[in-house]
Nanobody, 125 residues
Framework: QVQLVESGGGQVQAGDSLRLSCAAS????????VGWFRQVPGKDRQFVAI????????YYADTVDGRFIISRDLPRKKVYLQMDNLKPEDTAVYYC??????????????????WGQGTQVTVSS
């Protein structure tokens, strides 16, 4: 069982940057794809980005492409989400999730087996 813990959320102004981290408990995490999702109250959890097991493939939602960068540090069992030029509409709880498939092709919530508890990001105008 892989446990995921997010950190790095906070309250910032529009145009600022944040870097979220996702730390895993098990070495097997290094074989999995890892994605980031976000959710606001009353709405479905929304796909943000994904990275394949070896970081050879990444994919972003249109709403964040060009502003967010997903990366991973395999030895440290961590995945990061660098968020630049933040906008008020980026406000949400951000979750990392792991998919046992290594390819990075998953996009839907149901395709990910392991989830963190979430970290709040609030962007004010």
């Amino acid at each position: 069982q892989v446990q995921l813990v997010e950190s790095g959320g906070g309250q910032v102004q529009a145009g600022d940057s944040l870097r979220l981290s996702c730390a895993a408990s098990e070495q097997a995490f290094s074989d999995y794809s890892v994605g980031w999702f976000r959710q606001v109250p009353g709405k479905d959890r929304q796909f943000v980005a994904i990275i394949s097991w070896n970081a050879g493939y990444t994919y972003y939602a249109d709403t964040v492409d060009g502003r967010f960068i997903i990366s991973r540090d395999l030895p440290r069992k961590k995945v990061y989400l660098q968020m630049d030029n933040l906008k008020p509409e980026d406000t949400a709880v951000y979750y990392c999730a792991a998919d046992r498939s290594p390819t990075g092709r998953a996009r839907g919530v149901n395709e990910f087996e392991y989830w963190g508890q979430g970290t709040q990001v609030t962007v004010s105008s």
